[in-house]
T-cell receptor, first 114, second 115 residues
Framework: SAVISQKPSRDICQRGTSLTIQCQVD?????MFWYRQQPGQSLTLIAT?????????ESGFVIDKFPISRPNLTFSTLTVSNMSPEDSSIYLC???????????FGPGTRLTVT | AQSVTQLDSHVSVSEGTPVLLRCNYS??????LFWYVQHPNKGLQLLLK??????LVKGINGFEAEFKKSETSFHLTKPSAHMSDAAEYFC?????????????FGAGTRLAVHP
């Protein structure tokens, strides 16, 4: 399985500001995904990020709020813009395993917005 | 459309007794199914996966799950619970054909293990 790291591991931010979360993978991968896990909830897919193309967003998520970059095959960033307390969540990135079915997840970024 | 329902939000067992976490799915295609575990303040770990091969799937840490198409179920079991099994468990479905590898997560089942 791929080794995935995320930065920062946690942060406390003020409302109205933005935070960029980094996701680094130890091998080249075509598809990367960003998920949100609100407190006590399950995971919800935010968007799919392919290198060299625009990210594909799920219903309820928009690029202006969650811009994503995918500059190469091992790295991606997710920005949470103009934050409000409702954005307090764990944000996780994932990559597809070599068999093409399962996904492997990063450790997550725990964001608290005050 | 694909969906997954975890029938129990909380399950409590005694150490050494069997574990059963129930999951039903809905899928228009032949799905891939997964169980993930999330320990407190830790990331998600893949326990096991079903991808249209053997219907009884063995995973890590003694867990296994059986794919039953007639019942649209994919229940997770373990013969004997250990204290370290206490965690949140997610049943996940993904369409095999069409589109990318989108994962749809169930609501989760919190497993408590008592001594």
């Amino acid at each position: 399985s791929a080794v995935i790291s995320q930065k920062p591991s946690r942060d406390i931010c003020q409302r109205g500001t933005s935070l960029t979360i980094q996701c680094q993978v130890d091998s080249q991968v075509t598809m990367m995904f960003w998920y949100r896990q609100q407190p006590g909830q399950s995971l919800t897919l935010i968007a799919t990020a392919n290198q060299g193309s625009e990210a594909t967003y799920e219903s309820g998520f928009v690029i202006d709020k969650f811009p994503i970059s995918r500059p190469n095959l091992t790295f991606s960033t997710l920005t949470v813009s103009n934050m409000s307390p409702e954005d307090s969540s764990i944000y996780l990135c994932s990559v597809v395993g070599r068999h093409g079915y399962e996904q492997y997840f990063g450790p997550g970024t725990r964001l608290t917005v005050t | 459309a694909q969906s997954v329902t975890q029938l129990d939000s909380h399950v409590s067992v005694s150490e050494g007794t069997p574990v059963l976490l129930r999951c039903n799915y809905s899928s228009s295609y032949s799905p891939s199914l997964f169980w993930y575990v999330q320990h407190p303040n830790k990331g998600l770990q893949l326990l096991l996966k079903y991808t249209s091969a053997a219907t009884l799937v063995k995973g890590i840490n003694g867990f296994e799950a059986e794919f039953k198409k007639s019942e649209t179920s994919f229940h997770l079991t373990k013969p004997s619970a250990h204290m370290s099994d206490a965690a949140e468990y997610f049943c996940v479905v993904s369409p095999v054909s069409g589109g990318y590898n989108k994962l749809i997560f169930g609501a989760g089942t919190r497993l408590a293990v008592h001594p």
